[in-house]
């Protein structure tokens, strides 16, 4: 397989209107390209100033996305996880703001004495060190670079620029623009239309840069006569305009793009040759097992306080797909608004008519904390499968020590800095911590699987590595009280002093943990616990008492073997 002797470039980017999916439309390309035998990676620029996305409300960014060493990203990094079953790392996200600071640093350190700083050159050359770094540090072959927003908008120039320069630099058989666009059906005129596609390949050539394919999403299939039309005012050969129809599901994505040949106009373009054709049978079957399910459906209610947008739990949402698909079944969210049932004359029990399995979401602050105690105290009492992360661990550990426990007044210091019985407390070394970008704990880190538990029917293994995104912990003061009115701390650091997981023995599946889960499942991996959740939500479905949590666990179930950090 004869390997190129340099680094590949292939950035996409976006016009007309945002959410397009330029996260799904790259990461379905680097699937492609990587089942043909090709060393890919995915990084994401965004435009903004924040340094990172880490101090950003979900109601404006979606979830943050944290690497295994620590980095908190843009949620499109989880898009090309789950498709290429590839970690993502520091590099592979980086903002404006990251670039200024980097460069004003550079100028407060006497980097550039005597000269004037600018944007060009010393923004731009900044920006192509950054996009090349990747590139030299890893062992590959392709790298797609993801240009956040859309063309026209002011913050994104700069990238442009250097992308720009990149391609002039390096040639044309080294550098490719995909540009993705929104071709509009006008159901009044049974007509697609052109001519946003038009204005926005426009604009692109006002800065400069001509693309090299054009993705067109729309609602119906693109004609030949219109892929030749766009292409004819686009300054581009009809089979450089790839229709993308929107599909039933973002899993269809690739196999859509691998039918109009996008990865074979794109290794043409950079010209590498002799490489496999991909095989995706495990791909079209993992489809069919999403639309498709053998065994029915099950609905799972989740408890949060970012319901209204439902990108604040994309890998929560993404990993139940996954898991629905292990088991057999479709699995239907119901997102409820933790906030609602604070009211005193909310009926909980109409809200989850019809759920068969609860997950409390992370989340920050005291608002609604109240209304997820509710929650997980009906499914506790009512032997509902439970599964609670980050925050609603601690929410469960909060509920189990006021209504089990008898500790009336139990909290977390992060709701009340005077609580009596402090459950959930700062943990020890974020206790001098003052800056907000970047302190928690992150990134991945070993937890101790205790043999016998829920946790470990689930995992089948002792060690795991999952990644962390808190800064609070359970109280270890309150262990033993907890152990003798029947809670299982079945996952620990390995020292011990810190509890990942906490469980209950006597109850159908009642799982939660500190870290997050959902960010390490895959198409082809399904997380362990998700799968056991599932299969818990999809037996209490059927009215069954017992269950046995260590059958049709699938094969593909992940050996986690990360390093911490």
């Not at 620590?70 to 903002?95: K, P, W």
């Not at 908008?153 to 620029?161: A, G, H, Q």
Request: aromatic share 10%.
């Amino acid at each position: 397989m004869a390997r190129p002797k340099n680094v590949k470039y292939i950035f996409v980017t976006g016009g007309v209107i945002s959410s397009l999916g330029k996260g799904i439309l790259s990461a379905s390309l680097g699937m492609l390209l990587k089942s043909r035998g090709l060393r890919v990676a995915i990084q994401k620029y965004d435009p903004y100033i924040n340094v990172d996305p880490g101090t950003m409300s979900p109601y404006q960014h979606g979830e943050v996305y944290v690497t295994d060493d620590g980095a908190e990203t843009d949620l499109d990094l989880g898009h090309y996880e789950r498709f290429l079953d590839e970690s993502t790392s520091q590099t592979s996200n980086l903002t404006m703001g990251r670039v200024y600071k980097s460069v004003i640093d550079k100028e407060r350190s006497g980097d550039y004495l005597g000269a004037t700083v600018q944007v060009v050159p010393h923004v731009i050359d900044e920006i192509k060190d950054r996009m090349a770094e990747q590139a030299r540090n890893g062992n590959l072959d392709v790298l797609i670079t993801e240009i956040g927003g859309t063309i026209g908008d002011i913050e994104s120039l700069p990238f442009l620029e250097a992308m720009r320069e990149l391609k002039l630099e390096m040639g044309d058989g080294n550098l490719v623009n995909i540009h993705l666009t929104f071709v509009p059906y006008i159901k009044s005129a049974s007509e697609l239309k052109t001519k946003p596609t038009q204005h926005s390949v426009k604009m692109l050539l006002g800065v400069g840069i001509q693309p090299d394919i054009l993705v067109c999403r729309s609602e119906k299939l693109l004609s030949r006569e219109i892929k030749n039309k766009v292409g004819h005012f686009c300054n581009l050969n009809e089979f450089d305009v790839i229709g993308l129809n929107d599909c039933e599901t973002i899993y269809e994505v690739p196999l859509t793009l691998l039918q109009e040949k996008l990865d074979l106009r794109v290794l043409k373009k950079l010209g590498l040759k002799g490489f496999k054709e991909p095989s995706l049978d495990y791909w079209r079957e993992f489809c069919n097992k999403v639309k498709f399910p053998k065994d029915g459906e099950v609905t799972i209610g989740i408890c949060g306080k970012y319901t209204e947008y439902p990108d604040a739990y994309k890998s929560i949402l993404e990993s139940f797909i996954h898991a629905g698909a292990s088991n057999n079944v479709k699995v239907t969210v119901k997102l409820l608004k933790a906030e609602d049932a604070e009211s005193a004359t909310f009926d909980l029990a109409k809200e989850l008519q019809g759920i068969n399995g609860i997950l409390v979401a992370p989340g920050f602050g005291d608002r609604g904390i109240e209304g997820k105690i509710k929650y997980i105290e009906y499914a506790r009492v009512q032997n509902i499968p439970f599964f609670g992360i980050c925050l609603g661990m601690q929410c469960a550990s909060i509920e189990f020590a006021r209504n089990v426990c008898g500790m009336q007044e139990a909290n977390s210091t992060e709701f009340n800095k005077r609580a009596r019985f402090a459950v959930i407390d700062l943990m020890e070394h974020q206790k001098k911590v003052k800056e907000k970008g970047g302190s928690m704990r992150l990134g991945s880190y070993p937890c101790i699987i205790t043999e016998g538990s829920k946790a470990y029917a689930a995992y089948q293994k002792f060690l795991v590595n999952e990644r962390h995104r808190h800064r609070y912990e359970f109280n270890n003061d309150y262990r033993k009280n907890f152990e003798e009115n029947g809670m299982i701390f079945s996952g620990t650091s390995p020292n011990g002093e810190l509890v990942e997981i906490i469980e209950l023995k006597d109850h159908r599946w009642f799982v939660a943990v500190q870290f997050h889960p959902e960010l390490k499942s895959r198409v082809q991996k399904a997380h362990s616990l998700f799968h056991g959740f599932v299969a818990a939500a999809k037996e209490y479905a059927r009215g069954a008492h017992q269950l046995d949590l260590t059958v049709d666990m699938p094969s593909f179930v992940p050996l986690y073997s990360d390093p911490a950090p």
